[in-house]
């Protein structure tokens, strides 16, 4: 990564990157010049413009790199660890090379150790290593969970294990090395399993020190060069130092391994095993005692958009998604405001504030049916996880005023309403999983969204928030199938069952609210009972006091087909989504109800909070 991809917060960049005109920079250069005055006696001469980060910018650029990193899926991570690990290959092979050429010369067979390095910072990959210090970092501050944490280092370390398997196959069967090389191959690797288990464990914890030192100097140079040349230095003393790395490691036990002189239990455990705890309690030495406590308290206020006060609960850190929330987004707007718990939220995840009209009318509608009833439309915008070179503080901030000028019509709108309104805007690399964080944090029991093209749905589908869908549901759901928002002539198609119960719900609410006039509908599996069919329908009205509702009963058996010909005299229709996890059907793209399609009217879908299995919300019954 480059370093004007890494800044992805407000304020998260260098100080040349605020406008040279604002009252902050001013006051700024004003102290420059005191301090200036104090030191040498005489005043500063012309714009004083220091040459290098301070700690807490530092910080900030190390925070903004993390939340790229522990944000990324699974299928990135990995495979960027994959590349890594082969990489490493290269510093195996040259290492072998020139120690067999140089027969063992302590410096001149290091020289080009280094290399494999390189290739992976310039490059961008993920190494394990490398990837101690910016998570930790985002972990003590209480933006990410422990178990991210955990998730992150394993995915990376699981691809840096498989390409250093791949590169040492490669090295073993593909004839790359010559007779003194392979020679020197065996003398490297055996050295390491000939070193007594601490003396392993304190030589790696010297390494992941340097690592994790070099990450620290990468992220407080300015140019390419500067960077070039620390790398190169400090990866240059791990060998230098006889010191190990534990992707490297791995890669030279498996060289032994495959070439059939070592055995993998006890290459893993009496020389990796070892190498790989030295090197991540070094890493994260460093992080927490040096780099960490050298930076303010401050170190935080512009990393994130409302400052350190954004930061997971306790438990929400120690179990992540398992008690709430495993990462902080960007940007919440959302979270300065305080739930009232006796009032009825109704929350409404946009894309686009300026077509999305009608939902946000619909959640009013539903709003204003009940006592002291609140309507937050969230405006969820997605950033991409590798933004281009100019993304950073400046448009972070311009996002907020745009989005919170397009919520002004959100707002008047709903005032139409006898509704509190509230709105907040999300900027998350993962907008499909923040309704659900957003839900859940704020109490909600309803949340109304859109389905249908350049939808949040899309984004979903993206993400395959697994976790998030197949867990319980925050509240109950309702999808808008928008086709215009007439709610005059309603039907309702039910089976019974707790999605029906909110269907009906929702449908006494809008003929409270909007005088809709309610149309029961139930589909008889067995035509020659009508009179039972019809007894269980009144029984089902009357127990939803929709006693005064028109009664349907179709005896014809086909489903569908009933609800499409009854639905052609309607203008809206709530389905509920009984027993086949409706939710994780839309995202996975697996739900196929041509009714929804053929009908010609809008179509709400419900799904309400269950204590259905894993199974069944993925599978259905």
Sequence with gaps: MSDS?????????????????????????SVREAVERSRHGAPAVGSVVRDRFSSDEVFQRIIAAADEEITSGN???????????FAITI????????????????????MLYPLGFIYIIIGGYQLYTENTLPPVALTIERLASLPALLRHWVIVLAGNFAGGAFGAAALTWGGVFDRPAEEAAMSIAT???????????????????????VVWVTFASRDTISRLVMVYLAFLAIPLGN????????????????????????????FVLPVLLGNTLGGVLLVTVVNYYQTSEKRLESARFAGSERRLSPREWLFGGFAGRSYVPLIDTGERTAADDESYRVLVPIANPRTESRIVKLAAMLASGHESGTVHVAHIVQVPERPSANYGSRQHRRIVSESDNQLEDVRDLVGDYDVECETSTVVSHRSFEEIFITAERMGTD??????????????????????????????DFLVFKDRGLDTSRILLPTAGGPDSDLSAEVVRTLRTTAGAEVTLLYVADEPAEPDRAEQFLGEWAVDHDLGDANLVVDDSGD???????????????LIGATERGLLSRLVTGTLHIDVIDEVGCSVLLAERPTE??????????
Excluded at 75 to 85: I, K, N, P, V, Y
Excluded at 191 to 213: C, N, R, Y
Excluded at 462 to 470: G, K
């Design 446 to 475: 309803l949340v109304v969204m859109g389905w249908g093209a350049n939808q949040l749905w899309d984004a979903a589908r993206a993400e395959r928030p697994l976790s998030e869908l197949t867990s319980e549901l925050p509240c």
């Design 191 to 213: 050295h390491g399993l000939e070193t007594a288990w601490w003396d392993l464990f304190f030589k790696a914890a010297f390494a992941g020190l340097i690592v994790a030192g």
């Design 612 to 621: 259905r299995s894993l199974f069944q919300r993925l599978f259905g019954r």
């Design 91 to 110: 510093t195996f092979l040259l290492y072998a090379s020139l120690y067999g050429a140089t027969d063992g010369h302590p410096i001149l067979s290091s």
């Design 559 to 573: 489903v569908e087909a009933a609800i499409c010909r009854e639905a052609s005299d309607h203008t809206m229709m």
């Design 75 to 85: 299928r990135e991570l990995f495979f960027s660890g994959l590349a890594a690990g």
């Design 243 to 270: 010191l190990f790395h534990v992707v490297v490691s791995f890669t030279e036990m498996l060289y032994l391994v495959f070439a059939g002189e070592l055995g993998l239990f006890v290459g893993a455990t009496e």
């Design 5 to 29: 991809e890494r800044p992805q917060h407000v304020d998260a960049g260098p100080p040349d990157q605020v406008d040279a005109e604002s009252p902050d920079q001013s006051g700024e250069d």
